[in-house]
T-cell receptor, first 113, second 114 residues
Framework: KNQVEQSPQSLIILEGKNCTLQ??????????LRWYKQDTGRGPVSLTI?????NTKSNGRYTATLDADTKQSSLHITASQLSDSASYIC????????????FGAGTRLAVHP | EAQVTQNPRYLITVTGKKLTVTCSQN?????MSWYRQDPGLGLRQIYY???????DKGDVPEGYKVSRKEKRNFPLILESPSPNQTSLYFC?????????????FGEGSRLTVL
């Protein structure tokens, strides 16, 4: 069964600290992996999209990594800011047809001053 | 500005009263989709559309209908809403579904069914 699992479920860090969020998937065949940021009550916004051949992709202070062999991805946030407080969603696309998107449940990050 | 627009943003209704949530995109995207989001669960797909007049069920289609008569619009219809359809709904669009094009989401529609 195609699944995407994220950990931790929630995380609290202090402003200025770094953190890493994890995403493990069992989706096959794999097409691409995306990370989204969702502010409370708002629609998700894309951070990165990575294909099979990409190991790392950055978007400002956000860096995503992908290990297609172990089917793991991580999202590293550097020098966190209060505005980073949000849910971070990992989404994996399965190859075939329109390439179905499988969503993780998200990690809720709170950045405290 | 590229955007996906949903209306209404908030709605309280009663069991059995038909309602429609509209979704419109201005990016000429072929793919559009509806999701619901409930506490502790990931986004779950309700219906999707690959193009005009082409729609198909997602993972949780029961109790919902959709139509795609025009490329830009993809309304979600609840013929007889029930309390278990109380949820936060998102419409999204992209060039090509999950093939690599960015998926753009609307701001969400929070529905309460009493």
């Amino acid at each position: 069964k195609n699944q995407v699992e994220q950990s931790p479920q929630s995380l609290i860090i202090l402003e200025g600290k770094n953190c890493t969020l994890q995403c493990n998937y069992t989706v096959s065949p794999f097409s691409n992996l995306r990370w989204y940021k969702q502010d409370t009550g708002r629609g998700p916004v894309s951070l990165t999209i990575m294909t099979f051949s990409e190991n790392t992709k950055s978007n400002g202070r956000y860096t995503a990594t992908l290990d297609a062999d172990t089917k793991q991805s991580s999202l590293h946030i550097t020098a966190s800011q209060l505005s980073d407080s949000a849910s971070y969603i990992c989404v994996v696309s399965a190859r075939g047809g329109y390439n179905k998107l499988i969503f993780g449940a998200g990690t809720r990050l709170a950045v405290h001053p | 500005e590229a955007q996906v627009t949903q209306n209404p943003r908030y709605l309280i209704t009663v069991t059995g009263k038909k309602l429609t949530v509209t979704c419109s995109q201005n990016m000429n995207h072929e793919y559009m989709s509806w999701y619901r989001q409930d506490p502790g669960l990931g986004l779950r797909q309700i219906y999707y559309s690959m193009n005009v007049e082409v729609t198909d069920k997602g993972d949780v289609p029961e109790g919902y209908k959709v139509s795609r008569k025009e490329k830009r619009n993809f309304p979600l219809i609840l013929e007889s809403p029930s309390p278990n359809q109380t949820s936060l709904y998102f419409c999204a669009s992209s060039r090509n579904g999950g093939q690599g094009g960015e998926l753009f989401f609307g701001e969400g529609s929070r529905l309460t069914v009493l």
